[in-house]
């Protein structure tokens, strides 16, 4: 009988459970898995995990300073063979920039090769780059031999990799981190060795010191590729209290060139006929030199730069961007705010010191606190170190008694040896010793016997009896232990002292001044010229100030309306009946060449309004506003200005009331004076005008019939004129105009003798 096996049913393994639960559990482990083994930096080391096995396959392969480099696909091969099962190209990319020096402040690899550079061109592939590690890497992994940290297996359980390196340098604030897990990231800038290790140390003197004492030795972020850091000390010194904040970054002008010393730190460099330039020597850190090129080329293109008339790029094994500006007129510090505004010549970079602890426990930690932690992490492998090596003495102690008590009973221990088949109980019982001396004896060398080793084993005891008695004290002692760190500390502090190469400071920290508001209206070209608008509405600019009486061309049918002179900086304020005010730049007028433009193509001014005046912005003018009614006020111009094309509401009018004058108000001008149509005449003093930025106003005049025929303002002192009718172009001026003064609001009188028949000013 053939009995039939049945394939277990694939249904039977399926779990019911809610699709919610089981998303989270496996979302969740997922999380915690890139926190803590793949994106955020250890607090003890400062390396995420492809960053250790990188260096410690460089380790077995003995990739130290004093030997010859291999290819880089060797040691990617082996990270990615024995330790790391991730990709081959992520590996190598986390390699490259080890060996970068404008990534890393202080390069844990040395390259030989293209690794890329600070234009942001990629590295050459492993097949072509060599590699060992740098005298840095040999100290951050200091004392692996010596029991000093733990071991764990390899993916594999073929090998095995620290859990972290014991090495004393100060890996996470020197060369910083930056890495986005599940929930969380972390950005930390380097930072320079000398300051960490003078803020440590003080540190360890006095565990209460206050952060303000640590941040007057640590100074702030010093980045590998220089550059200053223009946020005040209070706000550097605030992120590193909290962990938390920014930095803004600006690049470096110098011109090294420069014979005075002023243009020189300025960056700017004299061409003769008064032309110059500026030089641009570092850049931001993590902004790519060709980025930064084409950036700024797009802003001259699209005109968004146009004091600027272009962008060299000089730079050879020192960076030198050169600004050519647009003219010898330009002011050299506008120029560079505008960069920053408008450029990646001042960037942001970010203080986040999110980090895992002893306890891989993620967190963010304040400066202070941070170095407390690491503090410990180094008390811990300094124990530990000690302790494995009082247990290398005890073990060494123990078989140099052995090999006294050998030389002090020679004859005996040879007669053993020669007499006895298993000569190593025998040895034992008669002389008191252990297996491992009585083995090590058994295993001593001929040459050995000689009467001086008996004399270099009593000096190499003394001498390690010395030292055990030292590291005990050491272990028994926390002041003993400090110290030693103490030490240990100011040593390293030798190698990146500020005098030398790799230890000087490259970034200054200095707060920036306070600078001009800036606007891209402050990047226009100052130069004259005359605004013409017809009568229709036509509106051009005429380069020069030229006669305001001139043969200007109109369209057949058109004649002038306004014609008056200001600069190509200057905003022209339009104001209409409607009582709305448009802005618009002087330097956007077209050319006189032609008829010009329809304004209302360049603003939105509603169909059946009509313009009534154009004059050009001056900050902190105050205008004269009055209604067909006889109502007014004043307004300050800058209240005036219209960001938008549909301007803004300024006076507010009723159905049939119309605003009907915009004059400016000269500073020496005290009264105003109001005519109207019934050809009556008010003087009153200015301050009864409210300044208002938006409304009706008061009554200026009361009219029984009528209303408003023209306002203005005067001096009283020097009375009143106005031009005489006919083509004789006599102004006659009437000095005594007491009669006329009363209060706002009142009727008026008539006007004096041969005042214009037309009501007007």
Sequence with gaps: ?????????????????????????????????????????????????????????????????????????????????????????SVYDAMVRLAQDFSLRYPLVDGQGNFGNIDGDNAAAYRYTEARMTKTAIHLMA??????????????????????????????????????????????????????????LLLIDNPHVE?????????????????????????????????RGAFRVRGRFHAAESKDSEDRDAGIERLGNGMWQLVLSEIPYMVPKGKLIEQIATL??????????????????????????????????????????????????????????????????????????????????????????????????????????AFLNLDRIIEIIRTEDEPKPVMMAEFELTDRQAEAI?????????????????????????????????????????TRLKRDLANLRKDYAEDTALGRRRTTIAEAAPTREFNMDAMIEK????????????????????????????????????????????????????????????DKLPGARGFGEPIRTMIDIDAEAAIIEVLAYRPGAQLLLASSTGRGFAAVADELLAETRKGRGVMNTKPGVTLAVVREIPAEHD?????????????????????LAKGQGVTLQRYRDGGLADAT??????????????????????????????????????????FPRDGKF
């Excluded at 594999?156 to 620290?162: A, K, R």
């Excluded at 972290?164 to 320079?192: C, D, E, K, R, W």
């Excluded at 030229?546 to 190509?568: C, I, M, S, V």
Aim: charged share 25%.
């Design 1 to 89: 009988m053939v009995t039939e096996t049945l394939e277990p049913d694939p249904f039977d393994a399926i779990v019911d459970a809610p699709f919610d639960s089981a998303l989270s559990e496996r979302y969740l482990v997922y999380a915690l898995s890139t926190i803590t083994a793949r994106s955020l930096p250890d607090l003890r080391d400062g390396l995420k995990p492809v960053h250790r096995r990188l260096l410690w396959a460089m380790r077995q392969l003995k990739l130290d300073p004093s030997q010859a480099y291999k290819k880089s696909a060797r040691v990617v091969g082996d990270v990615i063979g024995k330790y790391h099962p991730h990709g081959d190209q």
């Design 143 to 200: 004392g692996l031999d010596e029991g000093t940290v733990n071991y764990q297996p390899t993916y594999n359980g073929e090998d095995e990799e620290p859990e972290i390196f014991p090495g004393l340098f100060p890996n996470l604030l020197a060369n910083g981190a930056t890495g986005i897990a599940v929930g969380m990231a972390t950005s930390i800038p380097s930072h320079n060795v000398a300051e960490i290790i003078d803020a440590t």
């Design 211 to 243: 952060h303000s004492a640590l941040m007057e030795v640590f100074h702030g972020p010093d980045l590998p590729t220089g550059g200053v850091i223009v946020d005040s000390p209070a706000a550097i010194s605030h992120a590193y209290e909290t962990g």
């Design 300 to 405: 001259i293109a699209d005109k968004k730069l146009p004091i600027l008339e272009d962008i060299r790029d000089e730079s050879d094994e020192q960076i030198r961007l050169v600004f050519v500006p647009k003219n010898r007129n330009v002011d050299p510090d506008l120029l560079k705010e505008s960069l920053y505004k408008l450029s990646d010549v001042e960037s942001r970079f970010s203080l986040n010191l999110n980090v895992l602890d002893a306890t891989r426990t993620p967190g963010v930690l304040g400066l202070k606190l941070l170095l407390q932690e690491w503090v410990i992490a180094q008390i811990d492998i300094l124990l530990r170190r000690s302790q494995h090596r009082l247990d290398k003495i005890a073990a060494r102690l123990e078989l140099l008694g052995g090999y006294i008590i």
């Design 442 to 482: 058994l295993n001593m060398r001929l040459r050995s016997l000689r009467r001086l080793e008996e004399m270099e084993l009593r000096r190499e005891r003394d001498e390690l009896l010395a030292e055990q008695e030292e590291i005990q004290k050491l272990l028994d002692s926390p002041a003993r232990q400090r």
């Design 527 to 586: 130069e004259p010229v005359t605004v013409i608008l017809s009568a229709k509405g036509w509106i051009k600019g005429a380069k020069g100030h030229l006669p305001l009486d001139g043969d200007f061309k109109f369209k057949e049918g058109d004649g002038p309306a306004w014609a008056f002179h200001a600069q190509t900086t200057d905003k022209l304020l339009i104001a209409c009946d409607n009582g709305r005010f448009y802005t618009l730049g002087a």
């Design 671 to 691: 009264h105003v004076a109001v005519v109207g149509d019934n050809r009556k005449l008010v003087i009153f003093s200015l301050e009864e005008l409210p300044v």
């Design 713 to 754: 303002t005067l001096k009283l002192e020097d009375g009143l004129s106005w031009k005489m009718g006919g083509d004789s172009g006599r102004v006659r001026t009437e000095s005594d105009m007491r009669l006329w003064k009363v209060a706002r609001g009142a009727a008026g009188r008539l006007p004096p003798t041969g």
